[in-house]
């Protein structure tokens, strides 16, 4: 019973911290509203359950044998997360043609994951923590990624409903945009740690 109630701990606190995800929901929660923005969330959900399920059944262990393929994936999702920085900074929000839209898909929302550096510390964090290793590794990584998939949902959930809180306050375009801008700005700042780690990585090379 301790063993479960640290999990779900571990997964709540990593879940309802600010990063990439949180700001992208919150974000679409203030420009596109609650319903259209729930794909976006359940994609988040969804998408990063199933990271974690499979990172638990040896994806980490492919990327210990060929560990540039992982340094190719953050150099990618880094500049994605930057292009996502940019497209939020530059929106108005509904009714601006010149950029984004349209909210996230739950199919961008799961994929989003795979280049979101936060996602891949919190996996890898939570199968070294609470994965295991023989018969068992099955059963406890669904377990570990049914916690996640269950909590994800009212925590992220939480970031959109700020948004959605937000939008009654934002009306106004200049007000709208000064707070996709912030948010733009606080996901490229997100990014930071990683383009710095990849600058590292490249030196020792």
């Known amino acids: 019973m301790d063993y479960l109630i640290a999990m779900v701990i571990f997964a709540i606190t990593t879940s309802v911290t600010p990063g ?3 700001i992208l929901v919150m974000s ?7 319903k259209r923005s729930l794909p976006l969330l359940t994609g988040i959900c969804v998408g990063f359950a199933l990271m974690i ?4 059944v040896g994806l980490g262990q492919v990327f210990a044998w060929f560990p540039v393929l992982h340094t190719i994936i953050k150099a990618l999702g880094a500049l994605y997360l930057l292009y996502l920085a940019w497209l939020i900074m530059t929106s108005s929000g509904i009714g601006d043609s010149s950029t984004q839209s349209e909210p996230l898909t739950f199919f961008k929302g799961a994929l989003f994951q795979w ?10 964090g939570a199968i070294a923590a609470f994965g ?4 068992s590794a099955i ?13 994800a949902f009212p925590c992220v959930g939480v970031w959109l409903m700020f948004g959605v809180a937000l939008k009654q306050y934002l009306t106004l375009d200049r007000y709208r945009r000064w707070f996709n801008f912030s948010m733009g700005g606080l996901l490229a700042l997100s990014v930071m740690p990683v383009l710095y780690e990849l600058i590292q990585e490249f030196d020792i090379l």
């Open 132 to 135: 295991a290793v023989g018969s």
């Open 139 to 151: 059963s406890q990584n669904l377990l570990l990624c049914s916690i996640f998939l269950v909590v």
């Open 115 to 124: 280049v979101n550096a936060k996602a891949w510390v919190v996996a890898t």
């Open 28 to 34: 679409s929660g203030v420009n596109f509203g609650s």
């Open 53 to 56: 399920f499979l990172v638990g």
């Open 20 to 22: 990439p995800n949180n």
